[in-house]
């Protein structure tokens, strides 16, 4: 703890060149001459945010493209990163659960999220009830791996369990497992840890659109007799369209990029690697940049049409409205 | 990534409940339909969603041997309370002991700049985007919306490399293993998405506020801070919350960025290094991880409402 006031003291010199900085931007844009001051104010205004989209993000990627054509001493090898991708075993591996991991998060947790939200919909104590299933929207992947660790944590079969899952194995006279070694089936577990996080976002949002279905067409529909589950599936969910299909494209671009979860949890061991942990490892642990550019311009490639959608969507729900 | 608001409600209404407001007979018929079988199911996904960290937070209260003796749901049968797991994480100085109050401090030192900055820089750009004229300015400003397409894995390598050459003479200006190269990260990733979020707002402050004040012969940058920015609190609230979280959370700039020393490591770093080196103490581990969440989680509960709002807004990034 000797080096807080040290910590302390260059975060508070780092703030302060900040705000001289920001600072010599405003007097320079206040002062100068009249006929060039909107110009000034502008090109001050921007420079800053300018600059550094254009050294720390398109420069970057166009670099990352350039890469993904490199072998690991830098000369350009064309295409035999995405050959190595797409025939090596364990690459194959690692795109499979990729796919794995974009089909069933945002499926499963859309469908909880909704039947979730449906449910708690106007019933007593709804507030709380959603702060329990969004809470995990709040913290770390890292806290949350640490939590399902905890969770899947296997001892022999002759001693007592710690791990709930393992414990619930015995209960019902099984024998327990070890969840995160044995592949294949732990992909699904360290799936399952996504969904946990992502319901709650997937609740929110669709909770939020239901909300905004008209009372009096739900009520007509209760006057002509609609059982709830009718209701459900000719008011709530044309009505919902869109605030579902956001839900399941934002999951997909969020479950493309997951790192963190794979990371903590078994490092991608066990033929659990999924192509951003990968990128990682290749591109910082490996010594292969080459083909963690190569990772990463997949994982851009796979993203795009996505967010592509995603932006489409919401520009004619925008429209409608 | 997505970016315009995603439900008509955005802004105007919380997720709260608002049966206050409903004629009597919307709320009949929704009581009706909400039957007691889907109450029942909704509690009981509730409680497989809440299990998972009750059972950790109630762990991290419990001696070692009781721990590694038996699961936390006998909690009740062998009741012993102690806080010797949180002391041991956080301020033992024993060789053994994962040091993790200095992980804290690093995360607060991260993550107050890599908020503070992005908002102002961002601030800045979106005023300009919302209230000035000139050629180009529409398809600079889609051109930055379209750069929250660019997955953060395609700028890490060429960005570190950039950091690490970056000197004067033997001087170097981001030395590997200090807090800059985590800021600028975090602040160029923050960017695209604040400028955009931001902007929506800034645009929508009524253009007379700023011809009165233009009048009166105030200069943009005393518009910016005496107009703008005051007007603008709320979204600047959502969006720093966002980016608070965001920052405190994340894993993936830390590890390329921090030079994995302790004397800059966020603590999620330090704790995803404990699940891997020694997975099986658990007494340090559920401490430790409580220890990590317990800034979002007040962060959360204290700021639910603006939280959601900027999730409703669009608010995702990375």
Sequence with gaps: MEDLGEKFLQVVIAMAIFAAVIGI????????PKSFRDKATIIGFLAPAAILLIIGMVWPALQTTFLAFTDRDGNINGIDNFIWMFTEPTALVTLRNTVLWVILVPTISTIIGLVYAVFIDKAHGERVLKALVFMPMAISMVGAGIIWNFMYAYRGAEQEQIGLVNQI????????????????????FLIAVMVWIQVGFAMVILSAAIKGIPADIVEASRLDGATAWQQFWSITIPSIRGALVVVVTTITIITLKVFDIVRTMTAGNYDTSVIANEMYTQAFRAN????GAALALILFLMVLPVVIYNARVLKKQKEIR | MTSTPAVPAMGTKDTGEDTAIQPPIAKRVKQKLTSRGATIAAVIIAVVWTVPTAGLFIS?????????????WNVLANFEFTLD???DVLVSGGSQSPNLGQYFINSLAIVIPATLIPLVIASMAAYIFAWSRFRGKDTLFVFIFALQIIPLQMALIPLLTLFVNLKIGEFELLPSGSYAQLWIAHTIFALPLAIFLLHNFIAEIPGEVIEAARVDGA????????????LSVPALASYAIFQFLWVWNDLLVA????????????????LAELTGTRGGEWHRLTAGAFVSMIVPLLVFFGLQR?????????????
């Design chain 1, 25 to 32: 931007i405003m007097l320079l844009v206040d002062r100068a």
């Design chain 1, 169 to 188: 194995l015995v209960w019902f006279g099984s024998e327990p497992r070890q969840f995160l070694l044995e592949a294949p089936g732990n992909t699904f």
């Design chain 1, 288 to 291: 292969e940049p080459g083909r």
């Design chain 2, 60 to 72: 991290s209260f419990r001696p070692e041997e009781n721990i590694n003796q038996n699961g936390w």
């Design chain 2, 85 to 87: 797991n949180y002391s």
């Design chain 2, 219 to 230: 200069g943009h940058a005393t518009i910016f801070w005496r107009i703008i920015i005051p």
């Design chain 2, 255 to 270: 590890l390329v960025f921090s030079g994995g020393t302790g004397d800059v490591a966020p603590i999620t770093q330090r």
């Design chain 2, 306 to 318: 603006y939280f959601v709002r900027g999730l409703l807004a669009g608010g995702l990034k990375g």
